[in-house]
């Protein structure tokens, strides 16, 4: 079993600033690629970004330029770092942890943390 922790949610103005964290524990040799998801209100849960055990990351398009993903093997941590938020960035935001031969819905989940830009 693998847990995961996220934290850094919160409230912030447009075009502004959060980053958030997610530490695994557990079975840590069970999974290799991580990524960060998110769900609107009345919206299905979209993926954001990916990284790889190697450092290879995808985007989608729409937060392309504006944030970044990194990891730390030592700490068992991924990073999501977000600048220029929009309102539209509003969502639950998961970390999901998988092996890369497995499917998102296989992976495991953290408990969100929301993130909600608005003035």
């Known amino acids: 079993q693998v847990q995961l922790v996220e934290s850094g949610g919160g409230l912030v103005q447009p075009g502004g600033s959060l980053r958030l964290s997610c530490a695994a524990s557990g079975s840590i040799f069970s999974i290799d690629v991580m990524g960060w998801f998110r769900q609107a209100p009345g919206k299905q849960r979209e993926l954001v970004v990916y990284i790889t055990s190697d450092g290879s990351t995808n985007y989608a398009d729409s937060v392309k330029g504006r944030f970044t993903i990194s990891r730390d093997n030592a700490k068992n941590t991924v990073y999501l770092q977000m600048n220029s938020l929009k309102p539209e960035d509003t969502a639950v935001y998961y970390c999901?942890?998988?092996?890369?031969?497995?499917?998102?819905?296989?992976?495991?989940w953290g408990q969100g943390t929301q993130v909600t830009v608005s003035s």
């Open positions: 999901n942890a998988k092996l890369p031969w497995r499917s998102w819905s296989t992976g495991y």
